[in-house]
């Protein structure tokens, strides 16, 4: 729904701060947290897939994101019956340097992109994909991975908060009046 008030203030805090962003960023649970207790449902399933399956989905929103998959990146895809659901792909090494959002330590990837297709939207898809793939992540020897996630995507957030990861920061990005360099601001929120 539209609202105008809130138009107004986006539309003043562009012409004051430039584009900016608003991000949290949110880190999965280690090897100390159990998620394996979280069950998939009936006829769901959690797996990796390349690039050929994702090309090859029926779904536009899925076969969409090829471009994220390649070299130290890793796909998995949430099946519904034989449909994929949702997808979601992490990217690590030198592949997440062309980002660079979040410091990354050797061994810790970073989740770049998650979709759910619209139909099978607020069925708990995006959680069972973040917690299978963080605990397969793990399996593969990666010791931690991140997330960042726009400041009011709640449907995002909750996913990730239901999945076990916590919030640990807090970024702020943004270009007064277009005169340089983005500003950065970083606000810690766990150790």
Same mark, same amino acid.
């Given at each position: 729904?539209?609202?105008?008030?809130?138009?107004?203030?986006?539309?003043?805090?562009?012409?004051?701060?430039?584009?900016?962003?608003? @991000? @949290?960023?949110?880190?999965?649970? #280690?090897?100390?947290?159990? *998620?394996?207790?979280i069950e998939l449902k009936s006829g769901h399933s959690? %797996?990796?897939?390349?690039?050929? *399956? /994702?090309?090859?989905?029926?779904?536009?929103?899925?076969? #969409?994101?090829?471009?994220?998959?390649?070299?130290?990146?890793?796909?998995?895809?949430? @099946? /519904?019956?034989?449909?994929?659901?949702?997808?979601?792909?992490?990217?690590?090494?030198?592949?997440? %340097?062309? !980002?660079?959002?979040?410091?990354?330590?050797?061994?810790?990837?970073?989740?770049?992109?998650? /979709?759910? /297709?619209? %139909?099978?939207?607020?069925?708990?898809?995006?959680?069972?994909?973040? *917690?299978?793939?963080?605990?397969?992540?793990?399996?593969?020897?990666?010791? !931690?991975? @991140?997330?960042?996630?726009?400041? &009011?995507?709640?449907? &995002?957030?909750?996913?990730? %908060?239901?999945?076990?990861?916590?919030? !640990?920061?807090?970024?702020?990005?943004?270009?007064?009046?277009?005169?340089?360099?983005?500003?950065?601001?970083?606000?810690?929120?766990? &150790?």
């Amino acid at each position: 729904m539209f609202n105008p008030a809130k138009e107004l203030a986006k539309n003043i805090a562009r012409i004051i701060f430039g584009e900016y962003s608003i @991000y @949290y960023i949110y880190a999965s649970p #280690d090897n100390s947290h159990n *998620t394996s207790q979280i069950e998939l449902k009936s006829g769901h399933s959690v %797996q990796v897939v390349d690039l050929d *399956t /994702v090309k090859s989905s029926a779904d536009p929103l899925i076969r #969409d994101q090829v471009n994220y998959l390649g070299s130290e990146a890793l796909a998995y895809a949430c @099946y /519904v019956e034989d449909r994929i659901a949702g997808l979601c792909i992490y990217w690590f090494g030198e592949r997440y %340097q062309k !980002r660079n959002f979040w410091p990354l330590k050797e061994g810790e990837a970073k989740l770049v992109q998650i /979709v759910t /297709v619209p %139909q099978l939207r607020g069925g708990g898809i995006a959680m069972e994909l973040i *917690t299978r793939s963080n605990m397969d992540m793990l399996k593969k020897g990666f010791s !931690r991975m @991140y997330a960042r996630i726009w400041h &009011s995507n709640a449907p &995002s957030l909750r996913a990730f %908060q239901r999945a076990g990861w916590t919030r !640990r920061a807090l970024l702020i990005e943004m270009n007064p009046l277009r005169l340089g360099k983005p500003i950065r601001i970083r606000h810690d929120l766990k &150790s």
